[in-house]
């Protein structure tokens, strides 16, 4: 098997192929005045399989890288193309919320099918759509860096209580409090829009004196934690942590966040300075069953 690393997740790449023992090799990407790309396949990837490692952030952009690399790895005659995507994009767009509205997340999985044999990936955004086999036609594996949340509270927090913001991050919040030991709150959330969110708080949060660990799948804006912290604040927590898998930090998300005096830690799905917890393990480790 041969890694194939591009661009801002490089390190993630070549992290993944020493942990699989694969070799490694780096897609040049190319940009142009005109925002166009192109990629360039320097090593011979003939009759291998070949693990393309993209994380799809910035989204628009990593997609077409991956669709030009994963077309190109054809060409060249590779024998099976993984597109190792540890944060994929647009699942959140998974029904048409309006009339017109395009359903984002199946046309994407739809697109990605066309070009790729496997798809791995991690947390990816489940909710009104189950699993990834229904808007996938290949393979795709789903893995969950909730084992590895879970060690890093266990290393180095007490006394923790778990908030989750929505619904939807009951499914990573009830693991990880099984796996920590620790109780947990599920709050309702109401979007209006990407900065307009209402959140619902039960009335006896029992986090006086506790550490606060929220967890979500991805930090975006910001605007679902900030409102938790600012509410979670007035109960009197000893203090109060965000982890995410997905860090995207839109704008000045993370430092708002630090500003009213939260700590961040996130995976290396995406990386950026809070990446204390590396999912290259993981990943490494399905890429040998597949
Ligand atoms: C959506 O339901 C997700 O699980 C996250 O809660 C959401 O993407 C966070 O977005 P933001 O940081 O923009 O509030």
């Not at 998974?94 to 017109?100: R, V």
């Not at 029992?206 to 109960?235: C, E, F, P, W, Y």
């Not at 109060?240 to 830690?265: L, M, N, V």
Request: proline residues 2%; hydrophobic residues 45%; charged residues 25%.
């Amino acid at each position: 098997m041969i890694v194939v690393g591009l661009d801002k997740d490089l390190r993630l790449a070549k992290s993944i192929a020493q942990k699989a023992k694969a070799a490694f090799s780096k897609a040049v990407v190319t940009r142009f005045p005109d925002s166009e790309i192109k990629v360039c396949i320097p090593d011979n990837i003939s009759k291998k399989k070949v693990a393309i490692v993209k994380s799809l952030f910035p989204a628009n952009d990593s997609i077409m890288e991956v669709l030009f690399t994963a077309k190109t790895c054809r060409e060249l005659g590779a024998k099976k193309i993984i597109l190792v995507c540890p944060y994929l994009a647009y699942m959140r767009q998974d029904i048409a919320f309006h009339k017109g509205e395009a359903v984002s997340a199946k046309i994407m999985a739809d697109l990605l099918s066309r070009y790729v044999d496997v798809l791995v990936t991690v947390d990816p955004h489940l909710h009104r759509i189950k699993s990834l086999g229904s808007i996938f036609k290949i393979k795709a594996v789903k893995l969950s860096a909730v084992g590895l949340i879970a060690g890093f509270i266990k290393k180095n927090l007490r006394n923790v209580m778990i908030i989750g913001p929505d619904i939807e991050s009951k499914q990573w919040d009830r693991k990880v409090a099984k796996l920590t030991h620790s109780a947990y709150i599920i709050l309702k959330k109401h979007r209006k829009s990407s900065y307009n969110i209402n959140l619902t708080f039960s009335r006896n949060m029992d986090v006086a004196s506790k550490n606060i660990v929220i967890i979500d799948d991805i930090i975006s804006t910001g605007r679902t934690l900030l409102k938790t912290i600012k509410h979670l604040k007035t109960q009197g927590p000893k203090s109060i942590y965000c982890f995410c898998t997905h860090g995207i930090f839109a704008s000045d998300a993370a430092q708002k966040i630090r500003k009213i005096g939260a700590r961040i830690i996130s995976t290396n799905t995406i990386q950026n300075k809070y990446s204390f917890i590396d999912v290259s393990g993981i990943i490494a480790e399905a890429l040998k069953k597949v």
